[in-house]
Each structure stands twice: as structure tokens, then as C-alpha cells.
């Protein structure tokens, strides 16, 4: 079964740091773009990073440049996001995302350009 599992998620205090994983079984995603979301209660999914096969010059939202760090472990098909200097608003369920019917060197953004989902894993940043 071809599937995304994410990991390391938790509560931590503002200003800390959480390093999520997203694991690929079933098929290889090195060949993909893959990507960051993120959905907070009573908000739409929301784009947070992403990185295409190349590794090439990832892109984040404006949200969290310079403190989130996307990556990605092709010899281990999993998928990195490292989130350092955490703020309140970081406080989301964040999911795991890979294209296979899009183009492997193009940063999507768009929730709906990506056909593979991990079931997320929930982020609380207290203040």
C-alpha cells in the first residue's frame, strides 16, 4: 500500500523547535515534488514548504522563511521539515504531500496539485 506517514509532532513551549518526518512505503517519492501543509481549526489548508527532486532552492510561504528548513532523504524515501523559533500561530495539524502527475522540477503551493496525503500529525506551540 502506497502511503505517507508523518511523525514528531507534539507540544512545545514558543520559541522551540520540532523536527518532522514524513515517511514514504509503497513506492519511491524521490522522483517527486513534495511539500509541507498545513490546517489550523476553522482554516483551509495552507502551503508551508516545498521541495522539488533536484533539491533545488526550495520554496517556503512567507510565514516561515527563515526559521523552517524543508529537505528530503531520498535513500530513505522520507521527507524532512525542521521548525525552529516556534510561534503560537505555528499551531496546526501539519501534513506530508507528494505530486505524481506533476512535474518533478515545479514548485507547486496548491493543496489540490498534490495526490498523495499522510493522515497528519499535530503541532501546539504554547505561548
Known amino acids: 500500500q502506497e502511503q505517507l506517514v508523518e511523525s514528531g509532532g507534539g507540544l512545545v513551549q514558543a520559541g522551540g523547535s520540532l523536527r518532522l518526518s514524513c515517511a514514504a512505503s509503497?513506492?519511491?517519492?524521490?522522483?517527486?515534488?513534495m511539500a509541507w501543509f498545513r490546517q489550523a481549526p476553522g482554516k483551509e489548508r495552507q502551503f508551508v514548504a516545498v521541495?522539488?527532486?533536484?533539491?533545488?532552492?526550495?520554496v517556503y510561504a512567507d510565514s516561515v522563511q527563515g526559521r523552517f528548513t524543508i529537505s528530503r532523504d531520498n535513500a530513505k524515501n522520507t521527507l524532512y521539515l525542521q521548525m525552529n523559533s516556534l510561534k503560537p500561530e505555528d499551531t496546526a495539524v501539519y501534513y506530508c504531500?507528494?505530486?505524481?502527475?506533476?512535474?518533478?522540477?515545479?514548485?507547486?503551493?496548491?493543496?489540490?496539485?498534490?495526490?498523495?496525503w499522510g493522515q497528519g500529525t499535530q503541532v501546539t506551540v504554547s505561548s
Open positions: 504531500a507528494a505530486t505524481t502527475i506533476g512535474s518533478p522540477n515545479v514548485h507547486y503551493t496548491g493543496p489540490d496539485q498534490y495526490n498523495y
Open positions: 509503497g513506492r519511491t517519492f524521490s522522483g517527486y515534488t
Open positions: 521541495i522539488t527532486r533536484t533539491y533545488v532552492r526550495p
